[in-house]
T-cell receptor
Framework: EAQVTQNPRYLITVTGKKLTVTCSQN?????MSWYRQDPGLGLRQIYY???????DKGDVPEGYKVSRKEKRNFPLILESPSPNQTSLYFC???????????FGPGTRLTVT | GEDVEQSLFLSVREGDSSVINCTYT??????LYWYKQEPGAGLQLLTY?????DMKQDQRLTVLLNKKDKHLSLRIADTQTGDSAIYFC???????FGAGTRLTVKP
């Protein structure tokens, strides 16, 4: 089944404790991206990647890192999480030439 | 940056039509989209329209695009309780999203 998977789905952590949210897609898509969803703000793009070893900042990259060593994986790294990073995070992927992005199920992160 | 704006809430009665509106600012956007998010789930592409189109109809869904006013709307005919969800308007290749409109359908 073609899908985007994220792990973990739920995470509660403390300020300053490094964490990684994994994202994997099995559709051989070149383009992958991370969004955060906050009430009243919709989805805002954190980082995106056009292909392996190519990553670019989105609208709200501060406090986040990403890597794209393999085509299928695009992990989101929070080196020193803070409470304002409490949010619902979505990973998405698509073919470079396509218009439709496929979204993962979301990761709900709480930073205390 | 460029903005995509939507009203946050819409409530309709079952069987009525729903119209969700969106305005955007990037006139160079080639694609405009409507995504649906059901409670506790990710986003699913509902429909899309290319910027050279004025209207697109897909079963109960009608998308209208007024490029001059940068206004996009989604009309859902014969709205059902299963249509209750958050609807996001988005534009462009990198998908800039609006805040989402929470549609509540009352029986």
């Amino acid at each position: 089944e073609a899908q985007v998977t994220q792990n973990p789905r739920y995470l509660i952590t403390v300020t300053g404790k490094k964490l990684t949210v994994t994202c994997s897609q099995n559709m051989n898509h070149e383009y992958m991206s991370w969004y955060r969803q906050d009430p009243g703000l919709g989805l805002r793009q954190i980082y995106y990647s056009m292909n392996v070893e190519v990553t670019d900042k989105g609208d709200v990259p501060e406090g986040y890192k990403v890597s794209r060593k393999e085509k299928r994986n695009f992990p989101l790294i929070l080196e020193s999480p803070s409470p304002n990073q409490t949010s619902l995070y979505f990973c998405a992927s698509k073919e470079s030439s396509a218009y439709e992005q496929y979204f993962g199920p979301g990761t709900r992160l709480t930073v205390t | 940056g460029e903005d995509v704006e939507q009203s946050l809430f819409l409530s309709v009665r079952e069987g009525d039509s729903s119209v969700i509106n969106c305005t955007y600012t990037d006139s160079s956007s080639t694609y405009l989209y409507w995504y649906k998010q059901e409670p506790g789930a990710g986003l699913q592409l509902l429909t899309y329209i290319f910027s050279n189109m004025d209207m697109k109809q897909d079963q109960r869904l009608t998308v209208l695009l007024n490029k001059k006013d940068k206004h996009l709307s989604l009309r859902i005919a014969d709205t059902q309780t299963g249509d209750s969800a958050i609807y996001f308007c988005a534009e462009g290749y990198d998908m800039r999203f609006g805040a989402g409109t929470r549609l509540t359908v009352k029986p």
